[in-house]
């Protein structure tokens, strides 16, 4: 049975070494239209939607190790598809402002930032004060900033 368990572990162990050669995608493509807001909105937006949600992910070291890094990489894909802060400009006016009514509302609903990217970054909680300030924002005509 001993026998049987270190084959075990050493054929699990270098399937972990295998895996860690299938590359996860990670990327950064430029911005090409920036959301424009007050910087108090930008830091909160930056602070807690960008890296998921604009071409400026901050990629933290377990974003390297597979398979935790094929997770996030499909998080990420999935998250720039549904609303891109990079490429902001790119939409029309009146998908840009569902886009916000829609961020707002899972924010409020306590969606936004999803649970499991907030075990790893607390930092990244918006607080019921910030909450108030994205209102406000949103109440008000949104900008694009080109690059």
């Excluded at 590359?23 to 959301?35: C, H, I, K, Q």
């Excluded at 990489?73 to 939409?91: I, T």
Aim: net charge negative; aromatic share 10%; glycine share 4%.
């Amino acid at each position: 049975m001993s026998l049987f368990l270190r084959r075990s572990g050493l054929g699990l162990l270098a399937l972990l070494f295998a895996i860690q050669l299938w590359p996860a995608g990670r990327t950064n493509p430029p911005v090409t239209a920036d959301l424009e807001a007050p910087p108090e909105v930008k830091e909160i937006l930056r602070r807690s939607c960008y890296d998921c949600h604009s071409n400026e992910t901050r990629w933290p070291w377990y974003s390297r190790v597979a398979p935790v890094s094929w997770f996030l990489v499909h998080d990420v894909e999935e998250a720039r598809a549904e609303m891109n802060f990079s490429k902001w400009g790119e939409y029309a006016e009146k998908k840009r402002d569902s886009k916000v009514e829609t961020m707002l509302d899972q924010i409020r609903e306590g969606a936004m930032p999803p649970a499991s990217y907030l075990r790893m970054h607390s930092v990244a909680e918006v607080s019921p004060a910030e909450i108030e300030r994205l209102t406000h924002w949103v109440e008000k005509p949104v900008q694009v900033e080109p690059r």
